[in-house]
């Protein structure tokens, strides 16, 4: 965990004043990156930046102190120690209801939901506790996100609806932009337009300042279910109901090509920050890896037991990316290997609709159907992974754990937490350096 | 003549409400009852595959249309007929390949569903031999009327001989679309859009809200994967229901392989037993498929491929390198398609092309999954490799044609059925914007019922009669005012009224006039002349011919002549003048003459005293009052008026006994009461 300096145990019961009255201490669990990255910050003065002599971390308690953010040479060399696999906090709102969409804010100090209701959460970003909520869309909250300069955010709703937003969550603008549900929305990479895709079967392209619809994307044959942007180029992805991946090219509006590879509505496309790389999810239970220099799928990852419902590329590691499904379960990705890196079979109790990345890339957020927007840390050198979210994934005596929530448990056995022997485990994928 | 009235009109889906799978739909309306298609499910099996005719009186059914021959719209129709109290009189339409097909097919789908384990099938091949009879065939465009009910089939595409009904029922105009495309295929006509508008349209929803990709780029994808996968030296199999989109994968790949001489030495495949026994069918209906196959129909036979080969089995088949391979059944569930499959799925240079809908629970949706392995029918598990694809060629309609195809009809109901609930609910919404909320749209009141779920509409019909010559021919039309009595015959003929004279009736109307002559023999038993005398002082205008004894009453309209042997005979024109004249004549001529008198009234005393002896033993006449008897029964003395039948005896029994038994005897003596009987006459 990046917090080396969490606060866990009991607190002394001690009553506290609020402001407004006497309340018991809560003792909040807390991910806190600021020890963690202090710590980057100090030893890479003397680091090599090869990680040579850098000692590799141990798998027990103590060597937690050597814990640094995902960022740091050391860390960045293994993408699986920055699995998020455990539990730290389920928020809820008060009256429940499914949670649509997740986004942290640029600084990560904290988490915007978006719910069915139509309502904005945020969530603390270090304790995880509720800070405010207030009534953004009169709709179903369907995407959010926010600018590259970090000054904007964007959000879309059922009815069609988009708004902009500034960082105070002070509303500047609202537009009718589609006849239908908002899907997705994608800023340019330069921040002067951006995309978004509607169940009217258009992606379109709009100039951010003056709130123009610059061009509409048609072709596809049903609900575009999203629309990413090229990281540096006007190319923009979308996939669609109707199983096609299409990409535009955003200035002229053309399509450069139709992908064929999934079988099912596609739910997700992600670039991937390196430019080439082009991921899809889709309900048929696959995600796939174009390379966009071939226009070629170049892997399939099979796993997911239902359909996929989000995808998220880490924000630091380049071929790492997590997936959670209908099923809620959360699985992590490395491109090049076939099978998931780790999982987190029951992590909801219904489909997972959004995940998103600390931006430093040491918390996992996700929201789901079941109301709650869950978050997940890495796992500490030396954890003993007992918790109920690891435990389908432990062998115990009888061998196999209840089947509920051992329904996976033969095929995720092993490979499923990066506590005790996942630090030994990377020695099996030769990442011994780190030792 | 104009009378205003409200009728309800009930549509209800019996399956494929908010579902797809087992299209059965029943209009009723003005008393009839018409009901279109009548499909099983494919993902259920049994008799929970049928659609719920539990929930409809099958007796009352007078016309059932199939619109084509897939299961899931046709195969309910056996079971329907002869399992169900179904109405005998009912009559079954369907086009002429429809009928062909739907015998083949059927007569598989039994043999399938006997050999499935635990399931008892719904029918026999019997009862599909049974129904071949009572289906009758209708070409598109011709009207039929089944007692009132118009209806006229239309092209609708899908497959060969697939039609959509236009009903008309009291003016009102219903069009059921079954399964319909828009598109011209290669070689199916598009659907039509009927020269008439309906007011109610029943139409299927299967893709929702869905746009299809162009078609040509489909196939091209479809035939470019083909050659991929022959040109690195791999299989390619294609499973396909047998019959329908098969033909229409057939012909692509036919054109295909014409056009590219390098792929002309690999054989392209295709097994179906059934396809086989159908495709005489294909061929003799050439001229219900579009222009482009009779263009090519005039040089040869589109259906007499030259690059497919036809195998029986898989035993006559040599599977020495790269060969396209087309097999049913289309979803992998066991058969030919899914030997071939588990024998092929391990290479990875072999490939998998689907190309039609697949249920849920099939091997043909799992594999679209990609597994890494896939169960074998043996239980085994083996590794798959194959590339798998799926270019879906359904033909259905999209929005795009669903949305033209509403513009086109302009109804003012329109039904949904046929579909996927949220695919329904999605085109509802989506047409619901188009028509009622967006300006200069057409309004449109849309229905999406659930199975069983009622939709009542209600029409207004005005209830016009047409008047023919009935107005007398002096009086100026424009001189008709509201109120002014007219007359005449108000014939009801197919919900429309028509008012005529009587004697116009075989020239306006089909129906005839008929004379019935009565004679009636009576007997007489008074001279001929005194019956004449009697008519002449009763009766005006009465003719009689002494000469040759014959009466004309009426005008002629009733002749009573006299016969030999004491008898008349009465002739007449049946009329409800002359029939009541007759009545009363008859009467006269059965009552006896005045001067004749009746019988002594000492020999009808006579004879009663000696029936009563008979019965009752000794009886004692009364001195002074011949009519009272006196007589002892079972030592109880009993007295007897034989005039007025009253009976004095102390025991209330016997006196009840005796007063019957001598009622019977007066019946006996005087069967013809009123007339004759004094007796009966004084009580």
Not at chain 1, 166 to 186: E, G
Not at chain 1, 202 to 227: A, N, P, S
Not at chain 2, 190 to 199: C, H, M, S, V, Y
Request: hydrophobic residues 35%; contains cysteine.
């Amino acid at each position: 965990m990046a917090g080396a300096n969490s606060s866990y145990g009991r607190p002394p019961r001690n009553d506290v004043f609020d402001g407004k009255q006497l309340r018991k201490a809560v003792a909040r669990r807390t991910v806190d990156f600021n020890s963690s990255a202090m710590r980057w910050f100090l030893d890479r003065a003397w680091q090599s930046e090869l990680g040579i002599d850098t000692p590799a971390i141990q798998p027990n308690m103590e060597s937690t102190v050597n814990l640094v953010p995902p960022a740091a040479d050391q860390m960045s060399e293994n993408p699986v120690t920055s699995a998020c696999t455990k539990f730290v906090h389920s928020s809820m709102n008060k009256p429940g209801c499914p949670i649509h969409a997740c986004k942290w804010t640029p600084e990560g100090k904290r988490l915007i939901t978006g719910a069915k209701t139509g309502e904005f959460t945020l969530w603390q970003g270090l304790t995880f506790n509720f800070e405010t909520i207030l009534q953004a869309h009169d709709a179903e909250l369907r995407s959010i996100i926010w600018s590259h300069d970090e000054n904007w955010m964007l959000s879309g709703d059922q009815k069609g609806t988009v708004k902009y937003w500034q960082s105070n969550m002070n509303n500047l603008q609202a537009f009718h932009a589609h006849k239908d549900t908002i899907r997705d929305l994608s800023f340019s990479h330069t921040d002067a337009k951006f995309a978004s895709c509607s169940d009217d079967n258009t992606v379109k392209v709009w100039d951010f300042v003056q709130i123009r619809e610059e061009r509409v994307l048609e072709g596809h044959g049903w609900d575009v279910r999203c629309v990413d942007w090229h990281p540096s180029y006007p190319i923009l992805a979308s996939g669609s109901k109707d199983s096609n991946l299409k990409i535009w090219d955003a200035k002229s509006g053309k399509n450069l090509t139709t992908l064929h590879g999934h079988k099912k509505t596609i739910v997700k496309v992600k670039w991937n920050a390196n430019g080439n790389w082009l991921l899809s999810g889709s309900q048929d239970q696959l995600i796939k890896i174009y390379d966009i220099r071939m226009m070629k799928e170049f892997q399939a990852f099979r796993g997911h037991k239902r359909e996929v419902t989000s995808m998220q590329w880490h924000p630091q590691h380049e071929n790492f990316f997590a997936s959670g499904a209908y099923d809620g379960a959360i699985y992590f990705w490395v491109v090049g290997q076939s099978d998931p890196v780790a999982s987190v079979p029951c992590a909801h109790q219904s489909s997972v609709w959004d995940l998103d990345w600390h931006p430093m890339g040491h918390i996992l957020a996700t929201s789901s159907n079941d109301h709650a927007t869950k978050f997940w840390t890495r796992q500490r050198p030396g954890d003993q992974m007992n918790d109920k979210y690891s435990a389908s994934g432990q062998p115990n005596e009888e061998g196999e754990r209840g089947s509920g929530r051992g329904r996976s448990a033969g095929r995720q056995r092993g490979r499923q937490g990066y506590g005790q022997n996942d630090y030994s485990s990377r020695d099996r994928q030769g990442h011994a350096r780190l030792r | 003549m104009n009378v205003s009235a409200e009728n309800e009109m009930q549509i209800m889906p019996i399956g494929a409400g908010n579902e797809v799978g087992r299209s059965c739909c029943i209009l009723k309306f003005m008393g009839k009852t018409v009901m279109f298609d009548c499909g099983v499910h494919p993902a259920y099996s049994g008799e929970s595959s049928l659609p719920f005719f539990d929930s409809i009186e099958p007796e009352e059914i007078d016309l059932v249309l199939i619109t084509h021959y897939h299961l899931d719209h046709a195969a309910g129709l056996p079971f329907l007929m002869e399992r169900t109290n179904f109405n005998p009189k009912a009559r079954v339409f369907m086009t002429q390949p429809t009928r062909a097909i739907y015998k083949a097919l059927l007569s598989d789908f039994v043999r399938v569903s006997r050999n499935a384990p635990g399931e008892e099938s719904l029918y026999t091949e019997e009862d599909v031999d049974k129904t071949m009879s009572r289906i009758e065939v209708v070409d598109y465009h011709a009207e039929v009327n089944v007692n009132g009910i118009k209806f006229r089939p239309f092209y609708a595409a899908h497959v060969l001989g697939g039609a959509m009904f236009m009903v008309e029922i009291a003016g009102v105009r219903i069009l059921y679309t079954g399964d319909y495309s828009r598109e011209e295929d290669r070689h199916l006509k598009a659907a039509e859009i009927p020269p008439f508008r309906p007011d109610v349209l029943i139409i299927e929803s299967t893709y929702g809200v869905q746009e299809h990709e162009g078609r040509r780029l489909r196939e091209r994808r479809f035939t470019d994967r083909v050659a991929r996968v022959v040109r690195q030296g791999g299989r390619v199999l294609l499973p396909v229901f047998a019959l329908g989109r098969a033909q229409e994968l057939l012909l692509i790949l036919d054109e295909f392989w014409e056009a590219n001489p390098d792929l002309q030495n690999i054989p392209i495949y295709y097994a179906s037993a059934i396809a086989q026994r159908c495709m005489p069918v294909y061929q003799t209906y050439i001229n219900m498929m579009n222009d482009n196959v009779r263009r090519r129909f005039e040089i040869s036979n589109p259906f007499d491929f030259k690059y497919v080969k036809n195998i029986r089995g898989i035993n006559h088949f040599e599977d020495d390198g790269p060969c396209v391979f087309m097999a049913s059944p289309g979803m992998l569930q066991n058969g030919l398609s899914r030997e071939l499959f588990e024998r092929w799925c391990t290479s990875k240079q072999n490939g998998l092309v689907l190309s039609g809908y697949s249920v849920e629970g099939t091997l043909a949706k799992h594999v679209l999954t990609e597994p890494d392995t896939i169960p074998r029918l043996d239980g085994r598990h083996v590794k798959r490799a194959c590339s798998v694809d799926y270019i879906t060629f359904a033909a259905h309609a999209d929005f795009k044609e669903t949305r033209m195809f509403i513009q086109d009809t302009t109804p003012t109901h329109c039904i949904l059925v046929h579909g996927e609930k949220n695919n329904m609910a999605r085109l509802r919404g989506a047409l619901e914007t188009i028509h009622n909320k967006s300006e200069g749209g057409k309004k449109l009141d849309i229905h999406s019922p659930l199975n069983c779920g009622t939709v009542k509409l209600k029409f207004k019909s005005e209830l016009n009669a047409r008047a023919i010559n009935v107005l007398s021919q002096n009086v100026a039309h424009d001189t008709v005012k509201p109120g002014t009595r007219v007359s005449g015959l108000l014939i009801q003929q197919d919900f429309a009224y028509t008012l005529v004279r009587p004697p116009d009736l075989p020239q306006y109307t089909t129906l005839k006039l008929t004379h019935i002559d009565q004679h009636q023999v009576l007997p007489i038993s008074k001279p001929f002349i005194t019956l004449a005398t009697q008519l002449k002082t009763t009766f005006r205008d009465i003719d009689y011919d002494d000469k040759k004894e014959i009466i004309r009453m009426a005008n002629g309209g009733v002749i009573i002549e006299l016969k030999e042997r004491n008898s008349v005979k009465m002739s007449w024109e049946s009329g409800y003048a002359s029939d009541l004249l007759t009545e009363a004549v008859a009467a006269m001529i059965l009552s006896k003459s005045p001067h004749e008198g009746d019988a002594p009234i000492s020999e009808i005393l006579r004879i009663g005293r000696k029936l009563l002896m008979a019965r009752f033993g000794p009886v004692r006449r009364v001195k002074g009052s011949p009519h009272l008897v006196r007589l002892v029964i079972d030592l109880s003395k009993v007295g007897i008026d034989m005039l007025t039948g009253e009976v004095e005896c102390t025991d209330e029994k016997l006196r009840e006994r005796v007063r019957l038994a001598y009622k019977r005897i007066q019946a006996a003596m005087f069967p013809i009461p009123d007339i004759m009987c004094e007796c009966c006459r004084a009580s």
